[in-house]
C-alpha cells in the first residue's frame, strides 16, 4: 500500500459535521441542522429548533379571547385559519355555543382553500430544493390565482381571518361562486398536469422514488401525521376521524399512498389539492341557508376542551382551560410539524446522500415557527408546578442566550 | 452633449475629502442597478416570507429591478428582516448584519419588525422591534404587507441609496457590537493533510 493510499484511508473512516442555518439559502426560516456525513452519505443528524420562539402559549393568557384569536393565526401564517378554527372552537364548546351550518360550510371552504395554497407552496419549495426551479416557477404563478381567490373574498392574502368568536365574518355569495368557479376548473387542469409532471420526468423520478422511505410501522410508531403519514399508509386525517366544523356536515376523501417514499408524498399532496377543488365547488353549490354567527358571551365558563384540526401539514391540536374569566386560563398547542420531524432525524436522513436532504427535509412540509413551543421536563420532587411569570421570563431569556 | 452616468462635476479635485466622496459615487453607481438582497427571519410567522418569496415568482418578479435574492450575507447589499426579533435570533440578526460590506441598507417587513405587532408583549420578544437591534432604513407596514407594497419599499430604498432622498445618519458607517459568541479554536493543520 503506498502512502497515499494510506492517507486516503485515513480520511475516508473520518466522519464530518456539516453544519447548516440558522441563516441559509436552503432555508426559509431559521433553524439550525447538524448532519454528520461519511464521504457523501448521511450517517446522523440532530436539529436544533428554537430561534423564532415567541412565547405566544403565554402571551395568549393575557389577552381576552378575541384578541387570542388574532394571536394564534400568528403562530403560522401560513395555515392561520386552522389555527384559528381550532382555538375558537375550543372556546364555542366551552361556552356551549353551537356555530349555525352556513359558518361551518364556509369556515370548511376557507380550510380546503388554505390546503390548496400551502399544498402549492410546498410544491415549489420542494421542488426548489431538489434543482427543479421551472416547477417551483411554474406552482407559485398558480398559487396566485388561489391568493386572489383569498383576498378577493376574504380581503387579505395572508393571515385571512375568517373566524370570529360564534361564527363566520364572510357570506359566500352567488356572485363569489361564480367568480371562482372556472379558476379551480382551471387549476384542477394544471393540478393534472403536475401529478403528470412528478410521475413521468425522467430526472425529478430519480430524485425523489425510494428516496427518504419510511415504513408504515415505523411511521405509525414516530407518530406521523398529515400527507407524511398518509404517504407511508397511515390513514391518519382528522377530517375523517374526528370531524369538526363543516366536515361533520360534509365529508371529505381520504387520500393515501403505500409507497412511502418522498414520490408518494409529491403525489397525495397534488391528489389532496384535486380533492380540495372538488370539495370546495360541491359545498358551494349546497350551502346551507341561515345566519352566519351565533351569540357568543364575552366571559367563557369554567372548563377544558381539547380540539384537533387537520392543518395542511397535519393534526394540530388544541387545548384551552378557562377559569370562567374573559381571558383564557392556558392555552396549549401541538403542531403537525413537530410530530413529524421524528420521522426525518431519527430514520429517513440517514443513508442518504447529502445533496438528497434539502428535499427530504422538505418532504413533511417543515414549518419553523410552529413548532418552536416550550417545554419543562420536570424531574425530582422539589420543582414548582406553578410558573410565576417573573421565573418563566427569566428562563425564556436565560434559555436563549 | 451626453450626460455622463456619474455626475462629478461639483467637486474640487485633489482634497482628501472630495476623493472620499468620488468613491461613494462610484459604488453607489455600481450598485444600485442591481441591488441583491439577504433575506432573514428572525420571529416572524412566515406570512411575510411567504409573501416576500412571492417577489421573485413570475408575477411579481422583482429582478426586473436587478433585485435578486442571495444567499451570502458577504454578497448582499440589503438585508430584509422579517418578525419581530426573538431573543434566540438577536444574536444571530447582529452576526448577520457585521458579516454585510458597507453600504448595507436594511429593509423591516411587517408589524412586528416596526414594534412588534401581535407579539409586542411576549415573553421572548425583544421589545420594540428590529430597530432596537440594528439600524434600519425602510420598514414596510402590513400584517402581511403586499407584494406591490414590498415592491415600493424596496424602490424606496433604492432611492436612498441613489442619494435621491436623505437619511441623516447614512454616510455614516453603523458599527453595531458583535455578540459575545465564543469562537471555537482553531485547529492545529492536521499531519495527513498537509502531505
Known amino acids: 500500500m503506498t502512502e497515499l493510499q494510506e492517507i486516503n484511508k485515513s480520511t475516508s473512516a473520518k466522519k464530518y459535521i456539516v453544519p447548516i442555518g440558522p441563516q441559509h439559502p436552503a432555508l426559509k426560516e431559521p433553524g439550525h441542522f447538524q448532519f454528520t456525513v461519511e464521504g457523501e452519505i448521511v450517517v446522523d443528524a440532530t436539529i436544533r429548533l428554537g430561534y423564532v420562539h415567541r412565547g405566544i402559549e403565554k402571551a395568549a393568557e393575557q389577552r381576552n379571547y378575541t384578541q387570542v384569536l388574532y394571536l394564534v393565526e400568528r403562530v403560522c401564517g401560513i395555515c392561520s385559519h386552522s389555527h384559528g378554527t381550532a382555538f375558537i372552537q375550543c372556546a364555542e364548546k366551552l361556552a356551549g355555543v353551537e356555530i349555525p351550518p352556513r359558518a361551518k360550510a364556509v369556515r370548511a371552504i376557507a380550510g380546503e382553500i388554505e390546503r390548496l395554497h400551502s399544498h402549492l407552496l410546498w410544491l415549489g419549495v420542494a421542488s426548489h430544493g431538489g434543482g427543479f426551479d421551472s416547477m417551483f416557477m411554474y406552482s407559485w404563478r398558480d398559487r396566485e390565482i388561489v391568493m386572489e381567490i383569498l383576498e378577493n373574498f376574504f380581503g387579505n392574502r395572508v393571515n385571512y381571518s375568517v373566524n370570529i368568536p360564534g361564527g363566520v365574518k364572510e357570506d359566500i355569495t352567488t356572485e363569489f361562486i361564480d367568480q371562482v368557479t372556472p ?219 | 452633449m451626453q450626460k455622463s452616468a456619474i455626475d462629478l462635476s461639483d467637486i474640487q479635485e485633489d482634497t482628501p475629502q472630495s476623493r472620499l466622496t468620488i468613491e461613494q459615487r462610484l459604488r453607489n453607481w455600481a450598485r444600485i442597478k442591481s441591488p441583491w438582497a439577504i433575506h432573514y427571519n428572525s420571529g416572524s410567522c412566515n406570512g411575510c416570507d411567504i409573501e416576500l418569496l412571492t417577489l421573485v415568482t413570475p408575477r411579481y418578479d422583482v429582478e426586473r429591478f436587478g433585485v435578486k435574492l442571495q444567499g451570502s450575507p458577504r454578497h448582499a447589499d440589503i438585508l430584509i428582516v422579517t418578525g419581530s426579533v426573538t431573543f434566540q435570533s438577536k444574536d444571530r440578526l447582529i452576526r448577520i448584519f457585521n458579516q454585510m460590506p458597507e453600504p448595507k441598507l436594511v429593509l423591516g417587513l411587517g408589524s412586528c419588525s416596526i414594534s412588534g405587532g401581535v407579539f409586542h408583549d411576549c415573553y421572548c420578544v425583544v421589545q420594540g422591534g428590529v430597530s432596537n437591534v440594528i439600524p434600519v432604513d425602510v420598514f414596510v407596514p402590513g400584517c402581511p404587507p403586499r407584494p406591490e407594497a414590498m415592491i415600493n419599499g424596496l424602490l424606496v430604498l433604492l432611492d436612498i441609496a441613489k442619494g435621491k432622498r436623505q437619511k441623516s445618519d447614512y454616510n455614516q458607517p453603523t458599527i453595531v457590537e458583535n455578540p459575545d459568541v465564543v469562537e471555537a479554536p482553531l485547529n492545529a493543520p492536521e499531519e495527513n493533510g498537509e502531505k
Open chain 1, 183 to 401: 379558476k379551480l376548473e382551471y387549476l384542477k387542469k394544471r393540478m393534472e398536469y403536475y401529478l403528470d409532471v412528478i410521475n413521468t420526468d425522467i430526472t425529478f423520478r430519480q430524485r425523489t422514488v425510494n428516496i427518504g422511505k419510511i415504513g408504515k410501522v415505523e411511521t405509525d410508531k414516530l407518530g406521523a401525521t398529515g400527507p407524511t403519514a398518509r404517504a407511508s399508509g397511515v390513514a391518519r386525517d382528522m377530517r375523517i376521524t374526528r370531524p369538526y366544523d363543516g366536515y361533520d356536515l360534509f365529508p371529505v376523501n381520504i387520500v393515501t399512498d403505500d409507497r412511502c417514499d418522498l414520490n408518494a408524498r409529491f403525489v397525495v399532496r397534488i391528489k389532496e389539492c384535486i380533492e380540495s377543488i372538488l370539495y370546495i365547488i360541491d359545498v358551494m353549490n349546497r350551502m346551507p341557508d341561515g345566519e352566519l354567527t351565533a351569540k357568543m358571551p364575552r366571559k367563557i365558563p369554567a372548563g377544558e376542551y381539547m380540539s384537533s384540526v387537520e392543518a395542511p401539514r397535519g393534526e394540530l391540536f388544541y387545548f384551552v382551560r378557562s377559569n370562567g374569566t374573559e381571558n383564557p386560563d392556558r392555552v396549549k398547542i401541538r403542531t403537525a410539524s413537530l410530530c413529524n420531524w421524528g420521522t426525518v432525524v431519527s430514520s429517513v436522513a440517514k443513508g442518504h446522500k447529502l445533496a438528497d436532504m434539502p428535499m427530504i427535509l422538505s418532504g413533511i412540509d417543515p414549518c419553523f415557527s410552529c413548532n418552536d413551543r416550550m417545554v419543562q421536563i420536570s424531574r425530582g420532587k422539589n420543582d414548582s408546578e406553578v410558573w410565576t411569570w417573573e421565573q418563566l421570563r427569566k428562563y425564556g431569556i436565560e434559555y436563549y442566550q
